[in-house]
């Protein structure tokens, strides 16, 4: 029995490589195959912190990716953007430092629409929004 026996040929060759190509597409549209995409029924969250004066002083508390809690001191505006990757319990709470005046905005936002807000008008008062997100 010669090698050239047992290979397959170039018909058969041609149709193992596109069943496996054909494989590896589906597993990838599926979602099996870690591709560095993001995947389309993971939620992009924003939360943001807007108005007030530019460069005003704030506390911020938020809900973080993996569900804990983080605290920063910034300057307005703020914002913070993740991928939510179940459902997830989202709270963002704003808390004025200085004596400025106007309204500052807490807004969370799940791919591009607003899902909660919350405002102050008070110099040292707090904003705070939170919504359980799917």
Known sequence: MALRDVLPGPGELTL????VGALFW???QDGLLDTGRVVENQPTVV???IGGATGELVSIHYTNAIGGTDDVLVTLPWSHSFTLSGAEYLR???QRKGTHTGTVRAVISVNGSILQEATTNDPHG???ASEYAR
């Open 92 to 94: 963002l709470s704003v």
């Open 16 to 19: 193992i490589l596109l069943a």
């Open 47 to 49: 939360y943001s912190a």
């Open 26 to 28: 589906a597993a990838q």
């Open 126 to 128: 707090s904003a705070m």
